[in-house]
DNA sequence: ATCGCATATGTTCACGTGAACACGATGCAG
DNA sequence: CTGCATCGTGTTCACGTGAACATATGCGAT
């Protein structure tokens, strides 16, 4: 049934010793030319592939790479998916897909999962909450967070966006079309990405000579329905012309608002959201946003990842994101045929 | 360093032997209840975490499975995976995503990677292009097909939309609006679903009583740029009122140049898509569209995923697809700011 | 007491790979 | 032609797990 080529059998095939044939296939000096070609050749004809589990156990290395995102639909994941798939395959790499729902229980036995199978790296959105018991997986295990950071009780690398400039940008922007009451909507304090975008946004606020007012400042939980609570909550109050968002998820909900409002609810509101998928240059007649470098974050991620964990420095990158200006007014849909 | 727990490392801190340890792990009846649980506790207590490989060696199953896809940010793959791989975590499946590109190499390396860690089964759509060598790599894999059927030269699974009924409709909507020189956009004969929505498109033109024009019929490579060549073709050229898709790529490419053309280069024309990314609901007042049951599809890969190849019997599903109406004569993007 | 059987535990082996070591053959310096 | 390095090749072992087989202990029936 599962007749699996291996290096003995070729051995056999052969009549050698499988040292021999390993040997002659990792091209090791001590092998006469023509016993390694023949190697090599029936190897191919054979249609050999090296074990990867054996290979595991004998500790060489896995070179599996687990993926822990949020989810996989939101075009600014997906998009770093893509691309670090790519670059996987570039570096041989293996890439096993978790998706954590930003929920730490989740995150947690998808840790677990990538122990399982004993990968060698892991490149993580860290969900928010507390520090969960992951050490105790973690043990040899070279882990790349992106995006926030959070401390996993062992040393990490991590690939930020720097968005400082970016959204103070935004706020300038807002403020040069005469916006005075700017609302913000972002992901709360538990995340590292929330406190930085949150100051970024009273910083350009500062800059721009606008008070900060604590009641334009929504936080909650990076997802959807953040975004449309308090985009909804932010213009029924009134007390607010424009919305910056702080997530990419929450910009979504938000911008869902906007498009679905009634064409007077949201005349003339501002709107500057949060990444860049492809849609964003049309819906609404384009939405201004914060875009960021997702192929050189997963490039870079895949580059980290390739390395054993003890070989791997500690390493911290910064990529700058930027303010992407489309038509900031907002056409909302028109209505349904 | 790398001290990792093993069924070994606990036989040693209890004194026991290492199968008793396996044993109790794996609730075998013949175990002490006490020996069990001082086993299982102390598994507990050190962090114990099954060695994937290991099992791998033995020929007990890897519960890897493979997906390859033309790419993952196409919303309808993105969301097909990000199901996915939330079934797998239920499945307590590992999963490994590739992308091919719709390339035919590309996915030969795919397999062949895949072939290494002895993926258990593979979820693959099928690339265009002749029967490739791939079958070396097959032995003992679970292979389930998705969308598309292409002969791999041993048994495989498929998982299919069955879009028929849905394109006829659609078809049938637009001429219901007026429109008598109806275009279609679509994969070429190399690929099932490109001849089968073909089909379709005829079947839907006959019984509107409507002529086939061969004219009309443009096809292509299952991407973005064959929507945008053959959209903008068929606009230009003027012989046409209103334009199906065919494909997932190429819906966005065709739609993008409705879009971005001039308000009087598509007004009054007709555009159905093909798939229903969250987004379509918005763009140009809402996409008409084909939509399909993304998440049914991504359930029933998974539930055939988690079989041993030897006792998964072949199956055929399908799922049928649906016409969605709505802003069939879409807005074009308003000026930007 | 002896046998038989069930229960609990231990020992050995195989899986595929490659490091470490062992061995014979060749070459070359003394 | 001896001694010793080098080259090509072979043998053994470990990695973690669990099946198969072996052993030990207890207990009831004869």
Wanted: proline residues 4%; negative net charge; hydrophobic residues 40%.
């Amino acid at each position: 049934m599962s007749n699996r080529v291996t290096i003995k059998s070729i051995a056999r095939d052969l009549g050698i010793s499988h040292m021999t044939v390993s040997r002659a296939l990792s091209d090791h000096p001590n092998v006469r030319p023509d016993t390694r070609k023949a190697v090599q050749d029936h190897a191919r004809k054979v249609g050999y592939v090296k074990n990867a589990a054996a290979k595991a156990m004998r500790g060489d290395g896995t070179k599996i790479v687990g993926l822990l995102l949020p989810n996989i639909v939101n075009e600014f994941y997906a998009r770093f998916a893509n691309t670090l798939a790519q670059s996987c395959e570039d570096h041989s790499l293996h890439l096993i897909i978790h998706l954590t729902n930003d929920d730490p229980e989740t995150e947690l036995r998808a840790f677990e999962r990538l122990h399982e199978v004993q990968a060698m790296s892991v490149i993580h959105v860290p969900a928010p909450g507390a520090v969960r018991n992951v050490s105790a997986h973690l043990n040899g295990v070279n882990v790349i967070q992106l995006i926030r950071e959070q401390d996993m009780g062992q040393p990490a690398s991590s690939i930020l966006v720097e968005d400082h400039r970016a959204i103070g940008e935004a706020v300038q922007h807002l403020a040069g079309l005469g916006h005075r009451s700017i609302g913000y909507i972002g992901a709360d304090e538990r995340l590292s990405s929330g406190r930085a975008r949150r100051a970024a946004f009273e910083a350009g606020l500062a800059s721009a000579g606008l008070a900060s007012d604590e009641r334009l400042i929504t936080l909650g939980a990076p997802d959807f329905s953040t975004g449309q609570r308090n985009a909804a909550r932010l213009l029924e109050a009134g007390n607010v012309t424009a919305i910056v968002c702080g997530g990419f998820e929450i910009s979504n909900g938000a911008l869902s608002v906007f498009l679905e409002a009634d064409q007077g609810a949201v005349e003339g509101a501002g709107f500057v959201g949060y990444g860049d998928p492809s849609y964003y240059a049309w819906l609404g007649g384009g939405v201004s946003t914060i875009a960021m470098q997702v192929d050189e974050l997963a490039q870079e991620a895949a580059r980290l990842a390739d390395c054993r964990p003890e070989e791997q420095p500690v390493n911290k990158r910064s990529f700058e994101a930027s303010f992407v200006a489309r038509n900031t007014h907002l056409a909302p849909m028109r209505g349904g045929g």
